[in-house]
């Protein structure tokens, strides 16, 4: 089981590499240098830790009716609001923060899905007869 720190520096280097792999992809969203992507990725780690689950209920009843689009929409705002706090990180436009934000979950799921604390299991089948 991992400590909360542990987990807290895990969560912002997963969101370092979703941030990096979101600025190579797409041309609306730049970062000036590493260190830029790293306080970046602190702010919106930050963000995503404290003020998504308040903005979460608030919208509840928006994510119910738009059967979880709203939740795509609630992380573009957060990548926005990063690029708001952090002059040399820029997302220029709604479609960029909601693209960026879609690879950023992508890659948390990804990561996610590996660590071992992880609810995701992966069964197979060898073949054969089944018994």
Not at 24 to 39: E, K, M, P, T
Request: glycine content about 6%.
């Amino acid at each position: 089981m991992m400590f909360r720190f542990q987990y807290i520096l895990y969560r912002i280097c997963v969101n370092l590499i979703g941030l990096g792999a979101a600025a190579l992809i797409f041309d609306n969203i730049h970062a000036d240098s590493f260190y830029a992507l790293a306080a970046s990725a602190l702010i919106l780690t930050f963000f995503q830790t404290f003020l998504r689950p308040v903005l979460l209920f608030l919208t509840l009843p928006f994510q119910i009716l738009s059967l979880g689009i709203g939740y795509l929409i609630v992380n573009a705002l957060l990548l926005g609001l990063t690029a708001h706090f952090m002059p040399s990180f820029t997302v220029n436009g709604f479609w960029a923060a909601f693209f960026g934000s879609l690879l950023i979950s992508f890659v948390n799921i990804i990561f996610d899905s590996f660590s071992p604390n992880s609810n995701i299991r992966f069964y197979y089948h060898k073949g054969g007869k089944n018994r």
